[in-house]
């Protein structure tokens, strides 16, 4: 081998001396002898130390050549290694100064002790204590601080920092770790800067990929950093600048991971990153998409690490990033919303922050992004309840409705969560259970919603999540029967539906099974065909469900095994247990291994989980019983779930009510009725109530298996049906015409007694037995019809309805609470209620007793409920017996046999009803009406009622009503689809034909006097668009031509009410031409050929012959125009003033409409100020549209006495006979809009009013003087001009650009039909031009079109929704959009001085 020259001693030519036993090193020894040698050599120098100047000028020439070429090239890594020793240690010795001068020199021989440091790669080598030493030392002395003299020292500190980074791992030591911390550390603070090239090898360790690769050098460097920040974050922020304000991305090769090093960097010290953040503000307003995103995911991280101060200590930079939740480039805004979530959990203290960007999200157009915000605020939540305020979760709550799918259900799953977490499992305590209480009652709301997948989802949630179906029996009972008592109204029937649901879906199934099992027939196969369509409605998406379920029929009638699993599964006694064994085997029998995804099996799985009952059983029910109980004996925990014992016992009896109803099996046991029997006992009527309710449900097999029970329950039943509440005498008649074989023995030993005792005297104890009566004669009409007849003949009417006994209480109100009807009041709709029952149980009108009943009925009506005229009875009771008439009315007309004597005149009085003066009694019949035709049990030509909704001034009420007539729409549609035999009833099916009943409705409305006046008119367009424009939200199979074929044909007949009528013929015909033409107008389809002739209701028409063709238009073309447009604002009476008021002068002030100014629904007698001959039935003065309308509805109002406006009294021999008629009565109407300002004006200013409220009116006499009536408010025309000229004058001085001479008085006289007070207006010009109307001294209110050009300044003023009758409204109401045929106007309400 051959060694490079040795370099000669830079001393001069002097002999190298070696220490006391050594050897001359040269390259003519081995290298074993080499390395013996300079072992002997390392030894002497360790021994040495700086103060021995002696021995360091006797081995200066040694140290000379040690550093010789020889030595730093030797191929042999242990002579390396010693030589590297030995020159660390001559560093150490001749410090400060290094023998060795030439820089060439220097470096050649750090580089060479740093290539030796390698050796500290392996902690397991023999010479690894040398590699130690040789670090120990170099990091002690500092030896690597020489090199600050070399111009290229950064060569060095470069290879040497790459080395340690290299070479340091995880079975290094302490002592290891911080001997190579020292050493490069003392470079970077002891030298003048880090150059970037050292920077790069101390940061190239933090990227993820390395810091993955060798943890050890991550936290190698971590340490380095933080103990120079000092020094190092000068140099830190100079190359982020450079980066990410200069764009000079070629200065390191790290540019592209300036993020990741940022993030890396604050976690090790935020200090280094000072200079740095103000430079992230900058990036997050860039232009480009791409790079604020990676900035906002760089912050993101920094902001919710979970030591993060950086919000509070940056505050610029925190608001700039929370701006980005509102960045327009959508995958910002989505990582915005996923950093909020560990910032919740790790900064709780910046929520306030973020609640208000959140809500902003929320409502993001972006699906993902709402999803994402439920997912942030519920991942927050489940971590710690706290971390989320009451702010965040009301977002969730909203979403919870959202219209996409994916983001509802993730709420309502979230939601479900957090109630599992921390109401069912108390994880934080009460304290969080009560924060998020309501979560019970929002999740179970959801189930109103129509959607199948929300009703799923519920069903679902409240299986796994509100009452677990995996906790044993009595702990999911207890969960139940307290989740019951703490729900609220409407979750609570949301619950009830979710099992009737069920319920139903079972029987379906059940029914699909028994035709199973039936021979095949084109019948059979038809029904089963029907059966698998009802039940894919029940499953989300319909058309896949409906192919789904063909399939599994298919299925069933090949596989009797799985019949009899289904069968089991929905038998009325299997188990919770049975069920999940049941449906596991259904599952395990269609599943195909081979399949990854099955849809076929998850359909039938969603149908499983339906119909499976998981919850109640007969050892459930029993559970349920025992938790009773345990609530009546007092010692159950129900106030530590925070409910009260009464509550728990009557919410429990409820919840077993409705149990009753959909597993009636599961409650046959003693002990179950035994517990029964203790709450018919108790005090309480709603739980005795209950009770007898769940004796009825499921006592079938008392009577024959239960003798004991049998022997206590009938006397209990006897006493509740002759003494106990009118529910309770109810339940009880139902319960013993349910369960007992001999029940008419026991109706008789009911009925006798009951029907001696009657005593109209005593009218408190009047009502149970009528109900008792009613119940009993319509449950058994065979037995006991023949004696009601004489009960009914000469009790009931005679004794009861048609007399008067108590006066009622005059205060004025228009309805008042249950507590407060007389008794007497209350016996006469109980009698009302018997007679109807009476009927309902013969079912045949051979006696003629439907007849009479319903003439009763109908001078009920016309009398407004005071049928003997006497006027001893109150308004507020006269509401309940006009309820009670027109509920009757409509029971009666649910059975085929009494519906085909209604005449025309009577319907026409029952659905008038609807626009009664009484809030409570619209919306009361409103909702009896709906619930009966949504069941399909009315007849269609009720549903034409809705139509005159529209009428209504409420607007919540014309709301309700548009849903109703939406609702029953679908109904019926879905029910012509669903039932192929439906096809040969379409005429009493399908919704279209209730227009032939809706315009025969509005021909004969009471309000319909003038038919060719506007304001009637427009009346009349309202209703019939009213229901229009829900029949024709969709053009399916052409029914606009259908309609307009229909209108048409109805113009060929004749009024069948009063077919000689010349007038009323008339005003059919114009209600078909503005039906006509709001189809016209509405429709470009409608004159297509019309796909069949449609018929019409001989009971309403009759068809002429073919000769007879009626083509005459009864709307002029001027009326059209009005009618499409509005009708035009007057020409103002003075020329175009235009010029600004120079002077000041008194404005007009409207007056603004608030709750107590409005008094609807307020009685008052006939006064002076209202016509006899007026027909009025709704007052729909439209500023009652507020939400405030309802509760001063029937608010007690001024009343003026007037003597002359009594009514004739109509006699009283009114009977139930088929030869007595009632009295002739003329019909009240609805009062018009306009007359509802005047109360409210009147009361404001302490004046007596004169309108009356909001509802039909007694008509009268039409014989009486209508301008007497008038002369209580009216003055004379001299006393007017008296008074009123100084004031005109004056207000004319103030009014600048109006001479005197320019005003037009105007006298408003009382019309012939509208009854109003005289009283004067002047007309004025404002500043704009525009009308404005003064009232002087007329009450009335009058729509001012100063206040509508305030109102809408670009011209699009509206009048009043309904006007004042024969034109006597103020001429401002023009400019409603061209089209617009449903256009709702608003009064405007003049302050009065009086």
């Known amino acids: 081998m051959e060694f490079p020259q040795q370099q000669k001693p830079a001393a001069g030519d002097g002999k190298i001396t070696y220490p006391p036993g050594v050897k001359e090193i040269t390259d003519k020894i081995s290298n074993d002898e080499v390395v013996k040698r300079l ?116 060569e060095i500190f470069i290879q040497l920092f790459k080395t340690l980074f290299s070479v340091i791992n995880n079975s290094h030591n302490q002592k290891v770790q911080m001997h190579m911390m020292d050493l490069m550390s003392s470079i970077i603070m002891e030298g003048d800067g880090v150059t970037q090239e050292l920077l790069d090898t101390i940061l190239i360790n933090l990227i993820p990929a390395h810091k993955n690769l060798n943890k050890q050098a991550y936290d190698l460097a971590k340490t380095l950093l933080k103990r120079t920040v000092q020094t190092i974050e000068t140099c830190i922020a100079n190359f982020f600048n450079q980066v990410l304000v200069m764009g000079k991305s070629s200065v390191s090769d790290l540019s592209e991971h300036v993020f990741d090093l940022i993030q890396e960097l604050f976690a090790i010290d935020p200090m280094l990153l000072t200079s740095v953040m103000p430079q992230l503000e900058f990036k997050l307003k860039s232009n480009d998409g791409e790079e604020r995103l990676a900035v906002v995911r760089l912050l993101a991280k920094l902001f919710g690490a979970k030591d993060s101060e950086l919000a509070s200590q940056n505050r610029p930079l925190w608001q700039c990033f929370l701006g980005r939740f509102n960045d327009i480039h959508v995958p910002v805004r989505l990582e915005c919303v996923k950093f909020a979530s560990h910032c919740l959990m790790n900064h709780p203290d910046l929520a306030r922050d973020l609640t208000e960007y959140l809500k902003v999200r929320s409502h993001d157009p972006e699906e993902a992004i709402r999803h994402d915000v439920i997912v942030t605020i519920i991942n927050a939540g489940k971590k710690d309840l706290n971390l989320v305020n009451d702010q965040l979760l009301g977002f969730v709550r909203e979403r919870t409705l959202d219209k996409r799918w994916r983001v509802r259900k993730e709420a309502m799953m ?286 079938q097999k008392i009577e024959t298996e239960l003798q004991q029970i049998r022997s206590t329950l009938i006397p209990i039943l006897h006493q509740k049906a002759k003494r106990g509440t009118p529910h309770q005498a109810k339940q009880a008649v139902h319960c013993i015409h349910a369960i007992f074989n001999n029940k008419e023995v026991q109706l008789a030993q009911i009925f006798e007694p009951l029907s001696r005792s009657l005593n109209a005297d005593v009218p408190e104890q009047l009502i149970t037995p009528l109900v008792s009566l009613g119940h009993i004669s319509m449950l058994a009409p065979d037995q006991f019809a023949s004696p009601m007849k004489s009960i009914v003949a000469n009790f009931i ?97 649910q059975e085929p046999c009494y519906h085909d004597i209604i005449t025309p005149e009577q319907f026409q009085l029952c659905g008038l009803v609807i626009n009664d003066e009484c809030y409570q009694v619209r919306q009361i019949f409103a909702q009896k009406l709906h619930l009966a035709l949504v069941k399909l049990m009315l007849p269609l030509e009720y549903l034409a009622v809705f139509a005159l909704c529209a009428k209504d001034p409420v607007k919540e009420r014309r709301a309700h009503a548009r849903q109703c007539l939406l609702k029953n729409i679908s109904v019926r549609r879905e029910y012509i689809k669903q039932n192929p035999l439906a096809q040969e009833k379409l005429v009493s099916l399908l919704p279209e034909y209730v227009v032939p009943y809706m315009i025969h409705l509005l021909a004969h409305d009471p309000d319909f006097t003038k038919p060719h006046e506007y304001e009637q008119l427009k009346d009349i367009k309202e209703c019939l668009w009213f229901m229009l424009e829900v029949l024709m939200t969709k053009n399916e199979n052409n029914s606009h031509a259908f309609l307009r074929k229909m209108v048409e044909n109805i113009k060929q007949t004749k009024d069948a009410q009063c077919p000689e009528d010349a007038k009323a013929n008339e005003k059919l015909y114009i209600v078909c031409d503005v039906a006509l033409f709001v189809i016209a107008n509405k429709s470009t389809a409608c004159h297509l050929d019309s796909p069949k002739d449609p018929v019409l209701p001989s009971k309403f028409f009759i068809i002429q012959d073919k000769d007879f063709k009626n083509d005459k238009e009864y709307l002029t073309t001027e009326m059209r125009q009005m009618l499409l447009t509005g009708k035009p604002k007057p020409a103002p009476v003075l020329g175009a003033v235009n010029k600004t008021l120079t002077v000041p002068g008194r404005r007009i002030f409207t007056k603004t409409t608030t709750a107590s100014d409005t008094a609807s629904n307020t009685s008052t007698n006939s006064s002076s100020a209202i ?47 088929a030869e007595t008629e009632a009295s002739p009565v003329k019909r009240r109407g609805r009062q018009p809009k306009t007359a509802a300002a005047a109360p409210a004006a009147a009361e404001k200013e302490g004046t007596a009013g004169t309108a009356t409220g909001r509802g039909r009116k007694r008509a009268a006499d039409a014989n009486s003087n209508p301008s007497a009536d008038s002369i209580n408010i009216k003055m004379s025309k001299q006393q007017q001009q008296n008074d009123e000229g100084t004031k005109r004058q004056i207000d004319l001085q103030r009014w600048p650009f109006v001479s005197r001479e320019s005003v037009k008085v105007i006298e408003w006289e009382s019309g012939e039909e509208t009854g109003r007070a005289v009283g004067t207006f002047a007309l004025f010009l404002d500043s704009e031009g525009n009308t404005e109307l003064e009232l002087e001294s007329s009450p009335e209110a009058i729509n001012c079109g100063r206040e509508d050009k305030e109102r809408y300044p670009q011209g699009d003023t509206k009048s009043t929704r309904r006007g004042a009758p024969s034109g006597r409204q103020g001429e401002s109401n023009s400019g409603d959009k061209a089209g617009g045929l449903a256009v709702k106007r608003k009064p405007v309400k003049v302050k009065s001085r009086l």
């Open 39 to 154: 072992k002997m050599v390392v030894k002497t120098y360790m021994d040495m130390d700086q103060d021995s100047e002696e021995e360091k000028q006797q081995y200066l020439a040694l140290a000379l050549h040690l550093a010789s070429e020889f030595f730093l090239r030797n191929p042999n890594k242990d002579v390396r290694l010693l030589v590297a020793c030995c020159l660390a240690d001559i560093f150490r010795i001749y410090a400060p100064e290094a023998p060795y001068t030439s820089h060439d020199k220097l470096k050649d021989i750090f580089l060479f002790i740093t290539r030796q440091l390698k050796g500290l790669e392996d902690t397991k080598s023999p010479q690894f204590n040398r590699y130690f030493y040789l670090l120990e030392n170099l990091a002690w002395v500092k030896s690597y601080n020489i090199c600050f003299e070399l111009e290229d020292c950064n």
């Open 414 to 699: 979230g939601l479900a969560q957090l109630y599992k977490k921390y109401c069912l499992h108390h994880e934080a305590g009460k304290e969080s259970a009560q924060k998020i209480s309501w979560i019970k009652d929002k999740l179970l709301h959801i189930y109103y919603q129509n959607s199948i997948d929300d009703k799923l989802l519920v069903e679902k949630i409240f299986a796994q999540y509100m009452v677990p179906h995996s906790l044993d029996t009595e702990e999911k009972m207890k969960c139940l029967y307290y989740l019951y008592a703490c729900l609220d109204t409407n979750a609570v029937k949301a619950l009830n539906e979710m099992w009737k649901c069920q319920n139903m879906l079972r029987s379906l199934v059940k029914e699909l099974l028994d035709l199973h099992k039936l021979p095949v027939s084109e019948a059979n196969n038809t029904a089963m065909f029907g059966k698998l369509m009802s039940i894919a409605k029940n499953l989300p998406d319909a058309g896949k469900a409906q192919d789904f379920m063909k399939k599994f029929n298919q299925v069933l009638g090949e596989d009797e095994k799985l019949r009899v699993q289904l069968e089991m599964l929905i038998s009325p006694t299997c188990s919770c247990k049975q069920a999940e064994i049941c449906v596991r085997e259904i599952t395990r029998k269609l599943t195909f291994p081979k399949q990854p995804t099955n849809p076929f099996l998850e359909m039938v799985k969603f149908l499983l989980e339906r119909i499976a009952p998981v919850h109640i059983d007969s050892e459930a029910i029993s559970a349920l019983v025992k938790l009773l109980n345990k609530s009546i004996e007092g010692t159950a925990d129900d106030d530590e779930e925070g409910v009260t014992p009464d509550t728990a016992i009557r919410s429990g009896l409820e919840l077993l009510k409705v149990l009753s109803f959909t597993h009636p099996t599961a409650f046959h046991s003693a002990e179950t009725y035994e517990s029964l029997l203790q709450c018919l006992k108790m005090e309480d009527e709603k739980v005795a109530e209950a009770a007898i309710q769940i004796f009825r449900n499921t006592g």
């Open 797 to 893: 009417v005679k004794d009861l309805l048609m007399n008067d006994r108590s006066v009622g209480n005059k205060n004025g109100k228009l309805w008042t609470t249950d507590e407060e009807v007389s008794p007497e009041v209350l016996a006469k709709v109980q009698a009302i209620k018997l007679l109807v029952r009476w009927l309902l149980g013969m079912k045949n009108n051979q006696s003629k007793s439907a007849n009479s009943t319903l003439r009763l009925l109908s001078a009920m009506l016309v009398s407004e409920g005071d049928l003997t005229e006497q006027k001893k009875i109150s308004k507020s009771d006269m509401s309940r017996l006009r309820l009670a008439a027109g509920g009757a009315i409509m029971k009666l007309a």
């Open 1171 to 1217: 016509n006899k001959n007026s027909v009025s039935r709704i007052n729909s003065n439209a500023a009652t549209e507020s939400s405030e309308s309802r509760a001063q509805e029937n608010n007690e109002n001024p009343v003026i006495k007037n003597d002359e406006g009594k009514k004739d009294e109509p006699s009283q021999n009114a009977t139930t006979d």
